[in-house]
């Protein structure tokens, strides 16, 4: 793949990330008003219980300035009313209010009280607290609130947003100490379904423009998609899997290189992060197409082919793979016939369309429970090197060897590529690429098992053997 492909494919990433942040936003508002409202059009949360030895609860200070310019028109599109309910756990009078910050500050200056500094998803309260008195007067008697609420029983106060800088005050109404009472603080906005399809239609343009440039990206050229051997057959090999996975050990290694390889992989990090990203939207798209068509268009199958093999070569030189050999691995999603370790799956020209639904959540279950022990819980970021796990520890266990004795034990090598092309089987089938199921069979070597199956012939439009064969 040409490196021009390859940012086009990144820019695409891009674009899609902040693509799927609308839709998850505009999808979330739009399910919110839908379903979780009241019937009043309120979205309400109750609180932990308040207490407080103090004479005050508040918020900390709410800046709903819109600088610079004016801002009215924001209010008034999002048309937003907050409602605060509080019930007295000990029958005391209450009081409810809001204020400008600079009045409720002065009015609680010097008075002890706790502020509110986070409130936990499940309404757990934060708070921090101020040591003080209790206020000269009585908050009823003040006159600076822009909405209160105050006697005994539930209390409900009302206030339609406006800009400005606020406190939310609770208090005994007669300002004494010691304040006990269940709340719940509520909001509604009649802009929120009007945001919420406006997220999902900026997510759904973004998520549009973004497959167009990743499917153009990852297609393969017109020219190569009508290229076809003649003549005498093209074999590559006859591998017994359609996933096949090769590896040299490269002798002699280096006994210490392994040390090294890992900060010498970083670049490989940073491009395979973007290129996995690019995998999972690729994977999604080849879903749909699969679904609809029994069909994994050629370019996407090519370009996760890629992903893979440039993983395999990165996990065989610095990882689990093996540490097999001291090559440095190519930046290339085209197979490299000349590099120790290879991977390729054979392309299906037909996929069920209802193995599709199952085969990710369901039908790989068993073999997710047996690629859990081999390669462990923490997956890099690239998406596919383990690091740990039984394979991490035979590797680890081959490097120690290799940097006392200076020797690969041959039979260890067998052992951890057998388990690493049962992983690599089992990535290919979740990922759609191939309906055959992964065997529960430990093919141990470098090389593939030869079977019936038909052989692997190259997919890369760059492959010699296609030149000027149409």
């Known amino acids: 793949m040409k490196p021009g492909r390859i940012i086009a494919l990144v820019i695409g990433v891009l674009i899609i990330l902040p693509a799927f942040g609308f839709l998850f936003g505009g999808g979330a508002l739009t399910v919110a008003h839908l379903v979780e409202r009241e019937d009043d059009g309120f979205f309400d949360e109750s609180l932990d219980r308040l207490a407080t030895p103090t004479a005050a609860i508040s918020t900390e200070d709410v800046d709903l300035m819109a600088d610079p310019g004016p801002?009215?028109?924001?209010?008034?599109?999002?048309?937003?009313?907050?409602?605060?309910?509080?019930?007295?756990?000990?029958?005391?009078?209450?009081?409810?209010?809001?204020?400008?910050?600079?009045?409720?500050?002065?009015?609680?200056?010097?008075?002890?009280?706790?502020?509110?500094?986070?409130?936990?998803?499940?309404?757990?309260?934060?708070?921090?607290?101020?040591?003080?008195?209790?206020?000269?007067?009585?908050?009823?008697?003040?006159?600076?609130?822009?909405?209160?609420?105050?006697?005994?029983?539930?209390?409900?106060?009302?206030?339609?947003?406006?800009?400005?800088?606020?406190?939310?005050?609770?208090?005994?109404?007669?300002?004494?100490?010691?304040?006990?009472?269940?709340?719940?603080?509520?909001?509604?906005?009649?802009?929120?379904?009007?945001?919420?399809?406006?997220?999902?239609?900026?997510?759904?343009?973004?998520?549009?423009?973004?497959?167009?440039?990743?499917?153009?990206?990852?297609?393969?050229?017109?020219?190569?998609?009508?290229?076809?051997?003649?003549?005498?057959?093209?074999?590559?090999?006859?591998?017994?899997?359609?996933?096949?996975?090769?590896?040299?050990?490269?002798?002699?290694?280096?006994?210490?290189?392994?040390?090294?390889?890992?900060?010498?992989?970083?670049?490989?990090?940073?491009?395979?992060?973007?290129?996995?990203?690019?995998?999972?939207?690729?994977?999604?798209?080849?879903?749909?197409?699969?679904?609809?068509?029994?069909?994994?268009?050629?370019?996407?199958f090519e370009f996760n082919l890629g992903v893979l093999r440039w993983t395999w070569r990165v996990d065989y030189y610095a990882f689990t793979g093996g540490l097999g050999t001291d090559r440095y691995p190519p930046f290339s999603l085209q197979r490299v016939d000349d590099y120790p370790a290879t991977l390729d799956i054979a392309y299906p020209e037909q996929l069920s369309r209802g193995l599709v639904l199952v085969k990710w959540w369901l039908l790989a279950i068993p073999h997710y429970l047996v690629v859990a022990i081999m390669m462990g819980g923490d997956i890099a970021a690239t998406g596919g090197i383990a690091t740990m796990g039984l394979i991490g520890v035979l590797v680890i266990i081959a490097a120690a060897t290799l940097l006392f004795t200076g020797r690969y034990p041959r039979s260890l090598f067998d052992l951890i590529i057998g388990l690493n092309r049962w992983v690599y089987r089992v990535i290919a089938y979740v990922t759609l690429m191939t309906d055959r199921y992964p065997p529960f069979r430990l093919d141990q070597g470098g090389s593939e098992p030869q079977g019936d199956l038909p052989p692997l012939l190259p997919l890369d439009d760059s492959t010699p053997e296609f030149a000027g064969k149409v």
Request: glycine fraction near 8%.
């Open 71 to 300: 801002s009215d028109w924001v209010f008034d599109f999002v048309d937003a009313t907050v409602r605060i309910r509080a019930t007295a756990a000990d029958a005391e009078p209450l009081f409810l209010g809001i204020g400008p910050l600079t009045d409720v500050t002065a009015y609680l200056d010097g008075v002890g009280r706790d502020v509110i500094v986070d409130v936990g998803t499940g309404g757990e309260i934060v708070y921090e607290r101020f040591a003080g008195t209790e206020p000269a007067t009585a908050p009823v008697d003040q006159t600076f609130w822009v909405a209160t609420a105050s006697g005994l029983g539930q209390q409900e106060l009302a206030w339609d947003v406006v800009e400005g800088e606020w406190i939310a005050v609770l208090m005994n109404a007669d300002g004494s100490s010691g304040i006990v009472a269940d709340v719940t603080v509520g909001v509604r906005s009649g802009a929120v379904l009007t945001i919420g399809v406006v997220l999902l239609a900026i997510g759904a343009i973004l998520t549009a423009i973004a497959v167009v440039i990743i499917v153009a990206a990852a297609r393969r050229p017109e020219a190569a998609e009508e290229l076809r051997p003649i003549g005498e057959e093209l074999e590559v090999a006859r591998p017994a899997e359609p996933v096949a996975l090769t590896a040299k050990l490269d002798e002699p290694l280096s006994p210490w290189l392994w040390l090294v390889k890992w900060i010498l992989s970083i670049p490989h990090f940073i491009v395979l992060a973007f290129l996995w990203l690019a995998f999972a939207v690729v994977t999604i798209l080849a879903f749909f197409a699969v679904l609809f068509t029994g069909r994994y268009p050629r370019g996407l």
